[in-house]
Antibody
Framework: EVQLAESGGGLVQPGGSLRLSCVAS????????MTWVRQAPGKGLEWVSV???????YYADSVKGRFTISRDNFMNTLYLQMNSLTVEDTAVYYC???????????WGQGSLVTVSS | DIQMTQSPSSPSASVGDSVTITCRAS??????LNWYRQRPGKAPQLLIY???TLQSGVPSRFSGSGSETDFTLTISSLQPEDFATYYC?????????FGQGTKLKI
């Protein structure tokens, strides 16, 4: 059974940094396209970033230059380093796996990031 | 970026009804369209990928159709767990954008 477990969310001040972790079981992070999707409170879904098995990364314009997606193959863990956070980054962040046609078939439970002074 | 527009925004229906949700892309995206259901407080669940392929384990009352710019998700014989929010997503070009969501109400 595939499980994705996010951690690292919390309250941070504007301009601060936070690193989200996503520990995977039942799948190998380095062999898959792993992605982060976020959802602001009461709002819709927003694609944030993807890390391909090749190591290639892509980002939404809204986070480019501030967020970095990475992985630890030994720990089978996906990360999202978030810097220069703004109130607009407040959201539940989901770790997920892209599969056929880049559709997301496995999702974590989500980690809430709140950016507030 | 490709814009995805869903309609209607918040339809009402009853258990046993059928409902159709529409998703329109701002440019042609072939069949690179996925549908998700999100129940309150839960992560989204993949229903349909590549416009019309039913994800494994998803009930056959869900079906998808369309290509290029116009797509539909049809749910027949609505069940209580189907009263949720539905999102379309294009995976033709990065960034992979979602529609704004359709909240299906009783």
């Amino acid at each position: 059974e595939v499980q994705l477990a996010e951690s690292g969310g919390g309250l941070v001040q504007p301009g601060g940094s936070l690193r989200l972790s996503c520990v995977a079981s039942g799948l190998t992070v380095s062999s898959n396209y792993m992605t982060w999707v976020r959802q602001a409170p009461g709002k819709g879904l927003e694609w944030v970033s993807v890390l391909h098995s090749s190591g290639t990364t892509y980002y939404a314009d809204s986070v480019k230059g501030r967020f970095t997606i990475s992985r630890d193959n030994f720990m089978n863990t996906l990360y999202l380093q978030m810097n220069s956070l703004t109130v607009e980054d407040t959201a539940v962040y989901y770790c997920a796996r892209e599969w056929v046609a880049a559709a997301i078939d496995y999702w974590g439970q989500g980690s809430l990031v709140t950016v507030s002074s | 970026d490709i814009q995805m527009t869903q309609s209607p925004s918040s339809p009402s229906a009853s258990v046993g009804d059928s409902v159709t949700i529409t998703c329109r892309a701002s440019q042609r995206i072939s069949s690179s369209l996925n549908w998700y259901r999100q129940r309150p407080g839960k992560a989204p669940q993949l229903l349909i990928y590549s416009a019309s392929t039913l994800q494994s384990g998803v009930p056959s009352r869900f079906s998808g159709s369309g290509s290029e710019t116009d797509f539909t998700l049809t749910i027949s014989s609505l069940q209580p767990e189907d009263f949720a929010t539905y999102y379309c997503q294009q995976t033709y070009n990065i960034p992979y954008t979602f529609g704004q969501g359709t909240k299906l109400k009783i």
